[in-house]
């Protein structure tokens, strides 16, 4: 949980890095609660108003640390736009968002994960 709230406390920062484990654990949680709120969209009867409220809340957030995480592989911010490419780009975004952080210090800032070890 705490992963989920330290991207919502970066809402719109896109500079710097974000590690593998701070997006899969925004990307998990982000699931489950847009599970949750269609599931309260049911109970409440409405046709996803909570889901879309949501989802539209948690938006920038998540293009925010997925384009931190391009940055953790070395890749621009911009390379986030292949996903516009029907199936084929979304396939090659989910393999950038797998690899691993290059280490070391990239022109993006310092490695998160060697500043977690100091």
């Not at 490419?85 to 280490?103: C, E, R, W």
Request: net charge neutral.
């Amino acid at each position: 949980m705490n992963w989920y709230l330290a991207v919502l406390k970066k809402y719109a920062e896109f500079n710097g890095r974000a590690r593998r484990q701070e997006f899969w654990m925004f990307f998990l949680f982000n699931l489950i609660f847009g599970f949750v709120a269609g599931i309260v969209d049911s109970i409440l009867g409405t046709y996803l108003v909570v889901y879309t409220i949501y989802t539209l809340a948690v938006l920038i957030p998540f293009i925010a640390v997925g384009v931190r995480r391009l940055h953790d592989t070395g890749k621009s911010g911009w390379l986030y736009l292949i996903v516009l490419i029907p199936v084929i780009g979304a396939i090659a975004l989910l393999v950038l968002f797998v690899i691993d952080s290059t280490p070391g210090e990239n022109e993006y800032g310092k490695n998160p994960k060697e500043l977690i070890a100091e």
